[in-house]
Each structure stands twice: as structure tokens, then as C-alpha cells.
């Protein structure tokens, strides 16, 4: 059972068009942790969001920590065919990382 | 490249043989981490090792599943009299102290036939 809960579970869009991925959780974290992880390989880690409210821009991906450190969102602008993968956020409770069960996106050429 | 580094990274074996992974973190990294990654799912938590201190294991590490870190260093996760069930990526990952980020290792996909 996954503490958090990512929607959608999967996401194909065209190259060029913008995408919005969620990650909720009932419980408060002390940071938030967004990864991409390719088939057959492990979690590429992309950003830690620590502060309620914080947003965090990565060239073209942006990510929204909610105000009660419970929800996050990775918004993706002009998506490219690179940025397909599978998005897994995690929740940081001291030692442990309680994962999603991850976004897979698809982008199209 | 002194990322996490994983071997195997792919293991066949029958049910109810033992196999054992290794997993060398970031050499500065104290923290080394075990989870296990199903397919559509994502990683779930093993255990965890500050230097050579194992210090939590999950219930889902049945006795049969054994990790250790001897030196502080390299980690070795050994499952004996392996089940079709243990078949999933086991994901190894490193930090530094208890607030680092964690950087994951390429994985061991293991099948058991």
C-alpha cells in the first residue's frame, strides 16, 4: 500500500504540449522528493521541495510543495520526447522514503 | 562515475536457491538504504544502515532476507531459498546523514523461475 497516491497513473501527450502530474498524501512530510526513473534503471532524483508553499523551477519543469507539506504538483512546459518516463514522488520521514506508485509520461514525437 | 553502483544487475535463478546482491554507495554517503521496486509500483522500503549499523528493517523483510554493511562501505543483501514472489528490482540507495537526498543505484532485476 503506498502512503501516497500520483494521478493520473498514465499521461501521453504530444511533443510541445505542457502536462501536470499530482502527488497527494493524508500524511505531512518533512520534504518531498521528485524522481524519474527509465526502464531497467533506478530513480534519477530531480528536486527536494522542503517548505510549505515552496515552488522550484528546473528549465522546464516546476514543482509546487502545498502549504500543508501533504500535496506536490510537477508541471512540464513545451514537453519533449527526452521527458518520457516513468515520475515517482517520495515522502522523507526522517530515514525512509514512502514512494507513489509513479506517473508514467509518454511523450510523442 | 562515483555514483551507486549495483551487481548484479540482472539474476536468474530457480525457487529455493539463494542469491546475493551487492550494492557499493557514494563513497562519502554514511546512510545506505534497500528497497525493493515491483512492477507499477514503486520502491518500497528494506531496510537501512547508518556506517555499519543496520538500524530498521521493514516487515516486508522476511527472515530470509539478510543485509549487511561489514566495514561501513559496500552492502550485501542475500535472500535464501529464494520464492517466485521475491522477483522485483531490489534498488539500493546512499545519503548523507539523516537529512541527504537519497541517490539510487541502476538496480538488480532479479527473476525467480
Known amino acids: 500500500t503506498q502512503l501516497l497516491e500520483q494521478s493520473p497513473q498514465f499521461l501521453s501527450i504530444q511533443e510541445g504540449e505542457n502536462l501536470t502530474v499530482y502527488c497527494n498524501s493524508s500524511s505531512v512530510f518533512s520534504s518531498l522528493q521528485w524522481y524519474r526513473q527509465e526502464p531497467g534503471e533506478g530513480p534519477v532524483l530531480l528536486v527536494t521541495v522542503v517548505t510549505g508553499g515552496e515552488v522550484k523551477k528546473l528549465k522546464r519543469l516546476t514543482f509546487q510543495f502545498g502549504d500543508a507539506r501533504k500535496d506536490s504538483s510537477l508541471h512540464i512546459t513545451a514537453a519533449q520526447p527526452g521527458d518520457t518516463g516513468l515520475y515517482l514522488c517520495?515522502?522523507?520521514?526522517?530515514?525512509?522514503?514512502?514512494f507513489g506508485a509513479g506517473t508514467t509520461v509518454t511523450v510523442r514525437a | 562515475d562515483t555514483g551507486v553502483s549495483q551487481n548484479p544487475r540482472h539474476k536468474i535463478t530457480k525457487r529455493g536457491q539463494n542469491v546475493t546482491f551487492r550494492c557499493d554507495p557514494i563513497s562519502e554517503h554514511n546512510r545506505l538504504y534497500w528497497y525493493r521496486q515491483t512492477l507499477g509500483q514503486g520502491p518500497e522500503f528494506l531496510t537501512y544502515?547508518?556506517?555499519?549499523?543496520?538500524?530498521?528493517k521493514s516487515r516486508l523483510l522476511s527472515d530470509r532476507f539478510s543485509a549487511e554493511r561489514p566495514k561501513g562501505s559496500f552492502s550485501t543483501l542475500e535472500i535464501q531459498r529464494t520464492e517466485q514472489g521475491d522477483s522485483a528490482m531490489y534498488l539500493c540507495?546512499?545519503?548523507?546523514?539523516?537529512?541527504?537526498?537519497?541517490?539510487f543505484g541502476p538496480g538488480t532485476r532479479l527473476t525467480v523461475l
Open positions: 540507495a546512499s545519503s548523507l546523514g539523516w537529512e541527504g537526498e537519497q541517490f
Open positions: 544502515f547508518q556506517n555499519e549499523a543496520q538500524l530498521e
Open positions: 517520495a515522502g522523507a520521514d526522517d530515514y525512509k522514503l514512502s
